[in-house]
C-alpha cells in the first residue's frame, strides 16, 4: 500500500464544497478560508496554459495533491513564454534552464506537495545513459525517469524548417517543493503520476517550439520501466 501525507480533512472540505457549491462551505479554523479559496481557484485543465494539463495530467495532478482544484498561475502565455525564453538561451549559450509554472494545490491543507514546479533544462549534447539511482527509467523520448517525488522527459529538438540542424536537447521535470522525504510503501502511483505529468508538459514543449517530429514524443507516456 502506498504511504502519502495526506490530510484528509483537507480532502474532506473538498468533497463538501464540490457538492454543496463553493463558498457554502467553510472547513479549518479560520473560519471560512478555504471557502474563500475555493472561490479563486480553477481545475487542472486550466492551469499554466491552454492545453499544457491534459486529461491524463489531470489525473496525475489529483494523484500527487489529493485535490482537483488549484491557485490559478500562468494563464495562457506560460509555455509559450518559456519557450521564447528557451529559444534565447539556446542560440548564444547551449545551455540553460528556466521555470515554465508552478502549481499550488487548493485548499492548501488538501495535500502533502506545498508547490510542483515545471522547469526545463537545455543542453547542447545527448543526455548520458545513466540514471540517478532514485529514478525508475521509462522509455520516453531521448531519456526519461520518475521518482516518488520528481520526473523528467528528455526529447531532442531541430527546427522543422531545419530538420538537419545539430539538435538541442530539452529536459522537461516536474518536481514537488516539499520537503524530502522516505519513500514508503508502493511508490509507483505517485511516480507514474510525476511521469505523466512531465510528459504533458513535454509534449506541450515540443510542439511550442515546434521541434520536428515532435521531439519523437508519442500522444501517451510510456510507463513501463524500461529494461
Known sequence: MMTTRRRTHGL??????????FGAVGCGGSGGTDAKAA?????????????????????????????TLFAPTGGES???AAAGELTGVAAPLGSGTGEICSIYPRPESGGPAD????????SSTPPKEDTARKFTRLPMGEKAGAAHDSAFVTFPCSPEDKPLASPDHVSVWAQ?????T?????????????ATLAHSFA??????????DGGGLKPEPSLVPAS
Do not use: H
Not at 468533497?15 to 457549491?21: D, F, K
Not at 514537488?176 to 524530502?180: E, G, L, Q, W
Not at 509534449?203 to 511550442?208: R, S, V, Y
Open 39 to 67: 472561490d479563486t481557484s480553477v481545475t487542472a485543465d486550466e492551469l499554466c496554459a491552454v492545453g499544457a494539463v491534459n486529461k491524463g495530467a489531470a489525473g496525475a495532478l489529483e494523484v500527487i495533491t489529493g485535490t
Open 12 to 21: 474532506l472540505c473538498v468533497a463538501l464544497a464540490g457538492s454543496l457549491g
Open 78 to 80: 506560460a509555455v509559450a
Open 182 to 194: 522516505e519513500a514508503e510503501g508502493d511508490v509507483r502511483p505517485l511516480k507514474n503520476a510525476y
Open 176 to 180: 514537488s517543493r516539499a520537503m524530502p
Open 115 to 122: 508547490e510542483i514546479r515545471i522547469v526545463w533544462r537545455l
Open 203 to 212: 509534449l506541450a514543449m515540443a510542439k511550442e517550439l515546434k521541434c520536428e
